[in-house]
């Protein structure tokens, strides 16, 4: 008897999230279709990178050689920086499917953000093209080229069909945030503790993204308006449903 009366409710819920998933595929399918179509002005790309590195020197953040050449001094550490830039999807794909699936409420929230991030980044991809520090850096080495787990080939291959041209904002850092975001959007009520810890995670990818030689500071700085911006958002157009719905 228990057993059957369980039986409609986890049917309830795949009926509710498959379209979910299905969704959030062809979302992530078509993000990707665009941001790799944006990869195409080098040179653009690379005079924005330039004056990126001057506004940061001004400002006194050009940290990036030093980061950079110091990872590079110590390989297990590394490797292991290569191995977490190049994971960094399976806790977010993790928590995705986690708020999903046990927190229905939150995961409409999450969503929401995670398409708006995707919207705006794209635009700024197409606006602003940039050429990572990898690229454009004298004296970078590539971590992720020289200790990269799927062929280090892959990170500098400018046919591949990937856009490499696209550091601002940084996205491992943005959906690193985004993970950290939905978990902490679950946790904070019964968990705050749990809830602070989540956002480790982007701080560790920021770590990782400058060292590596993927990004600058600004990236990452672009990457918390963006955030900041699409969570705003967010939160605005559910009060706007809200107010409609009470009126």
């Known amino acids: 008897m228990g057993a059957g009366r369980l039986r409609p409710a986890a049917g309830s819920t795949w009926r509710r999230t498959m379209p979910e998933l299905v969704g959030l595929v062809v979302v992530v399918a078509l993000f990707s279709w665009l941001h790799n179509l944006a990869g ?11 004056a990126l590195q001057t506004i940061e020197r001004a400002l006194g953040l050009d940290v990036e050689l030093s980061a950079n050449h110091w990872l590079a001094g ?7 920086a290569v191995w977490f830039y190049r994971l960094y999807y399976i806790p977010l794909a993790g928590v995705l499917l986690w708020v999903l699936f046990r927190h229905a409420a939150a995961y409409r ?15 700024v991809f197409w606006l602003l093209p940039m050429s990572p520090p990898r690229f454009a850096l004298p004296g970078i080495v590539d971590i992720v080229a020289r200790y990269d787990v799927i062929g280090g080939a892959s990170s500098r291959d400018l046919t591949n069909g ?7 904002p940084s996205l491992h850092v943005g959906w690193s945030a985004l993970c950290a975001y939905a978990a902490w ?7 705050p503790r749990a809830a602070t810890l989540v956002w480790s ?5 920021t770590a990782v993204v400058i060292a590596t030689g993927n990004h600058y500071v600004l990236d990452v700085v672009g990457s918390a308006v963006l955030m900041a911006v699409s969570v705003a958002a967010a939160a605005g157009w559910e009060r706007y449903r809200s107010g409609r719905a009470n009126r």
């Open 185 to 191: 959007l679950v946790l904070r009520g019964a968990h």
């Open 74 to 80: 110590l390989p297990v550490l590394s490797q292991v």
């Open 201 to 205: 995670f982007p701080l560790a990818m």
């Open 40 to 50: 195409t002005d080098t040179v653009r790309a690379t005079a924005n990178a330039h």
């Open 162 to 168: 990937q856009n490499h041209f696209s550091a601002f």
């Open 109 to 123: 929230r999450v969503r929401l953000v995670l398409i708006l991030m995707a919207a705006l980044a794209l635009i």
